[in-house]
């Protein structure tokens, strides 16, 4: 399989893994209970925090990365030259990133977001990935590389501009892309019930009905081109049938006897015609790579609807609209109750479309938006507030969400940051421990974090005091297990000892495992 190489690469193949973990500090609550999430902060940093809640969970990741258009003025920061871009370029590539071309910063900054895209994507989950001809055969090696080049479906077209630019040079440029990936291709494909489906009403077509029970059905011809050899058939009602001139047999011999025997041919007509039953078929169509602009809208859709939320003219140039996301969502198969993330939220579209889409047919999608520029309040989750409440003549979709901010590391120098609540700590040693969400056990002993697959762990820590594994801190363990892993500063039991009775001693800090690695 071809691979890019860049300056740089070399730095940031493996950096998803050296990313620090921040903890997520929570904000303020809009509009009651809720799992919907709006993040300001780094979104490399944010996709880390979100590991232990949320890896393998996400069904859908839409994402709108700058284009790399080196339009300086842009406020999406296009040009990948924003005071944070450069400042994390310099500290993991270090001087080669002077040397850097657009390009090559443009994939030093996506290429470990990605991959933590990748370890959040759920096994039956896919991700949609717009961008234009700047970046987009860039792109496309770089997700082969990550995702797998046998987990690509498609690229997809749209029609980003209705009008034409006469001031161009050459072509005019009025259309971007979409790259769709899986995280387990066999898993969207495998199950004739369980793919990427656009809707369609077919009843229309299926207009027929014998009354035995099966219900409406078409007729299809039973020949077609280069199917099978040809034959001459006879049936049992002595009509004689081949494969008219230029066309072959659909079926093969047994087959046909068969569909005859169940009463699954039409004789009415000039030839025999195959009942194809509507309750038989697919839900839906396979999807155009040519997206409809009827279907997904113009960019100047999307400008319209974020100034008719906000009633502020050009808040931004251009965002996607928002029935092109709610487009992606739907054709994913059980997307009602789906996880939906977006790590370049931007002006919040990809909310937007979730809560339409939850009021159309009473879903239950959850999103989470990440956003490092300033506007995540004033912009991102502003408009948000709006939808749910509505807007001018709009009426509300209704939901909720929580404002977060990407906090401080978990740790500092390789110790502890003492200033990160004690919770927080144990829900990311038992998440490396066991890749399951935390849930604080009812059990008097503060340093029991639970039982997991048959060993109890432990995790014995104390702000601004040095912990021991001794005798007296086995004396607070009540609970009877087949083995147990205790986390603390120092052990003072000897080896022996902890053979006897499978005891596993794990020292604070050193041997917390770090997440994100590839061979986690």
């Known amino acids: 399989m071809p691979t890019l190489n860049w300056i740089g690469k070399d730095k940031v193949v493996n950096h998803a893994a050296a990313v620090p973990f921040h903890v997520l500090e929570h904000k303020y609550n809009f509009g009651g209970e809720t799992q919907n999430r709006i993040i300001h902060g780094d979104n490399l940093l944010a996709l880390k925090s979100l590991l232990p809640e949320y890896e393998g969970r996400v069904k859908c990741i839409y994402i709108d990365p700058p284009y790399n258009t080196g339009n300086k003025g842009w406020i ?126 077919k009843s229309a077509d299926y207009k027929f009905n014998d009354n035995d029970g099966r219900g409406f059905y078409k007729l299809d011809p039973i020949y077609a081109r280069n199917y099978a050899k040809p034959y001459t058939f006879t049936f049992q009602n002595g009509i004689v049938w081949s494969a008219p001139e230029g066309s072959y047999p659909r079926y093969s011999q047994e087959t046909l006897a068969e569909m005859e025997r169940t009463n699954r041919l039409d004789f009415n007509g000039k030839f025999p015609r195959a009942k194809r039953y509507l309750n038989e078929v697919q839900d839906g169509q396979p999807p155009d790579t040519f997206l409809k602009s009827e279907i997904v809208g113009f960019n100047s859709d999307g400008t319209k609807a974020l100034a008719q939320v906000l009633g502020i003219d050009k808040a931004f140039n251009q965002p996607k609209p928002v029935q092109l996301i709610e487009y992606l969502i739907s054709i994913l198969p059980g997307n009602e109750n789906s996880i939906v993330l977006d790590s370049f939220a931007g002006s919040g579209t990809t909310a937007h479309a979730v809560l339409n889409l939850n009021a159309q047919d009473g879903g239950n999608r959850k999103f989470i938006l990440v956003e490092m520029e300033d506007y995540a309040e004033t912009i991102t989750a502003e408009r948000v507030r709006r939808v749910i409440e509505g807007y001018g003549q709009v ?94 500063d120092e052990c003072g039991l000897g080896e022996d000892f902890m053979t006897r009775y499978k005891i596993t001693f794990k020292k604070i800090p050193r041997d917390i495992k770090r997440l994100g690695s590839d061979n986690q």
């Open 76 to 201: 999406y920061n296009d040009k990948v030259n924003s005071p944070q871009i450069r400042k994390w370029l310099g500290e993991v590539v270090g001087k080669e990133g002077e040397d850097l071309s657009r390009h090559d910063k443009w994939l030093c900054m996506m290429y470990p977001r990605l991959k933590l895209l990748k370890k959040l994507l759920a096994d039956d989950g896919a991700i949609f990935i717009s961008i234009d001809d700047n970046e987009q055969a860039n792109l496309k090696l770089i997700c082969d590389e990550i995702f797998g080049a046998q987990n690509f479906f498609a690229i997809l077209t749209r029609r980003s501009m209705h009008t034409v630019r006469n001031s161009s040079k050459d072509f005019n440029k009025n259309s971007d892309f979409v790259l769709v990936y899986a995280r387990n291709k066999e898993r969207l494909t495998a199950d004739k019930n369980y793919r990427i489906r656009e809707k369609a009403d």
């Open 395 to 488: 009426a509300g979709t209704g939901g909720s969400f929580d404002f977060y901010e990407v906090g401080e590391p978990l740790m500092i120098q390789g110790n502890l940051n003492e200033n990160i609540a004690v919770e927080k700590i144990q829900a990311y040693v038992w998440y490396t421990e066991t890749h399951t969400q935390y849930k604080k056990p009812p059990d008097s002993n503060p340093a029991y974090l639970g039982d997991f697959n048959g060993t109890a762990i432990y995790f014995h820590y104390e702000r601004y005091r040095r912990t021991i594994l001794d005798a007296d801190f086995l004396l607070t363990i009540k609970r009877r297990a087949d083995s147990y892993l205790i986390y603390a």
